[in-house]
């Protein structure tokens, strides 16, 4: 993924799951392919546009959106059909860009659910690149309980905690907690969100999550973050935000959310990397569920490929 705003007149490199894809915009709008000529494989980011058409800088192929190679410099007119670029699949969605190294992906399926209307302002977050393994950034912001220490006042304040009703609705392919409780005590919680009836976390996989903070009436935060692999030590996360409009002006929601989540971001990031480097330390994770972990195993399931039983469990009362 990447922001539309990332992709400009010049060609624009991204890495998917280890692998480096291009994207550009051409003749008939945003492309990708793979990040390799296909004469000498150089990095085709590194070259530019030039009338609608992407231009290798080493020895000057150009290539139309199609893959098609359109000009070979110094050697006049021949067979040119078998000189293509690899295509990969490219969606553009509300400024921001989804890549899919699986042929023919239908994007718009696979898209969560999210807060569209009049009455909702929207803004995405491209954050810093970090060393995580995706499964851990899933399960930490799945997790209600390392919030008491590793956002210790900022989400929810350790030493003054309250009785909360989680339930868990599974579904063949993802599942949601929801959790009954008012506003979490930390200043960051307090100041952003308003009066809370109930919050929800859901898996969608294989790599989103999206929160929903609720007040009694209607929504008053969502986010959905997509935890997107680099390469197998390297995860972008990518979040799109929303916020009830009649909560003030889009530029001052932007900012304070910015402003406090910085902070957030940051303590799960070191944690992230710290369970990164340990888990690669020992040679691979090795996990016990604690009475609290009713995610755990269905996230990892889900992660792994499989599916989940649709069913509701639940209620049960926590101390967060
Ligand atoms: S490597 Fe791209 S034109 Fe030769
Ligand atoms: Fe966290």
């Known amino acids: 993924m990447a922001l539309s705003r990332e992709v400009g007149a010049k060609p624009h490199g991204v890495k998917v799951a280890g692998v480096p894809v291009v994207l550009w915009r051409g003749r008939e709008g945003l492309k990708a392919f793979l990040d390799r000529c296909p004469h000498r494989n150089y990095p085709l980011s590194e070259g530019r546009v030039e009338d609608g058409r992407l231009v290798c800088p080493y020895h000057g192929w150009?290539?139309?959106?199609?893959?098609?190679?359109?000009?070979?410099?110094?050697?006049?007119?021949?067979?040119?059909?078998?000189?293509?670029?690899?295509?990969?699949?490219?969606?553009?969605?509300?400024?921001?860009?989804?890549?899919?190294?699986?042929?023919?992906?239908?994007?718009?399926?696979?898209?969560?659910?999210?807060?569209?209307?009049?009455?909702?302002?929207?803004?995405?977050?491209?954050?810093?690149?970090?060393?995580?393994?995706?499964?851990?950034?899933?399960?930490?912001?799945?997790?209600?309980?390392?919030?008491?220490?590793?956002?210790?006042?900022?989400?929810?304040?350790?030493?003054r905690r309250q009785t909360v009703e989680q339930t868990i609705?599974?579904?063949?392919?993802?599942?949601?907690?929801?959790?009954?409780?008012?506003?979490?005590?930390?200043?960051?919680?307090?100041?952003?969100?308003?009066?809370?009836?109930?919050?929800r976390g859901r898996y969608i996989p294989p790599v989103a999550f999206q929160g929903r903070w609720e007040g009694p009436e209607r929504l008053n935060l969502c986010t959905t973050i997509w935890f997107v692999p680099q390469d197998a030590h390297t995860i972008r996360p990518m979040a799109r935000f929303t916020t009830l409009k009649s909560r003030g002006p889009a530029w001052l929601k932007e900012a304070a959310i910015r402003l406090f989540l910085v902070k957030v971001i940051e303590q799960d990031a070191q944690a992230l990397t710290k369970l990164h480097d340990n888990i690669a330390a020992f040679g691979g994770p090795k996990f016990r569920a604690g009475p609290g972990d009713r995610l755990g195993d269905k996230l990892m399931r889900l992660y792994s490929g499989g599916k989940l039983v649709p069913e509701r469990l639940g209620p049960y009362a926590m101390e967060l």
């Open 169 to 199: 609705e599974t579904f063949e392919n993802g599942f949601e907690a929801t959790y009954i409780q008012n506003t979490d005590y930390g200043w960051m919680s307090r100041a952003l969100e308003g009066r809370r009836a109930r919050s």
């Open 62 to 159: 150009s290539f139309t959106g199609d893959g098609a190679c359109a000009g070979v410099p110094g050697c006049g007119s021949g067979d040119l059909s078998r000189l293509k670029a690899e295509i990969v699949a490219v969606a553009q969605w509300q400024g921001m860009i989804f890549v899919s190294l699986k042929p023919q992906t239908a994007f718009a399926d696979g898209l969560p659910d999210m807060p569209q209307g009049d009455d909702y302002d929207h803004f995405w977050w491209a954050m810093k690149p970090q060393r995580a393994r995706v499964f851990d950034a899933l399960d930490n912001v799945l997790d209600p309980f390392h919030t008491n220490f590793i956002h210790d006042g900022l989400i929810r304040v350790s030493h």
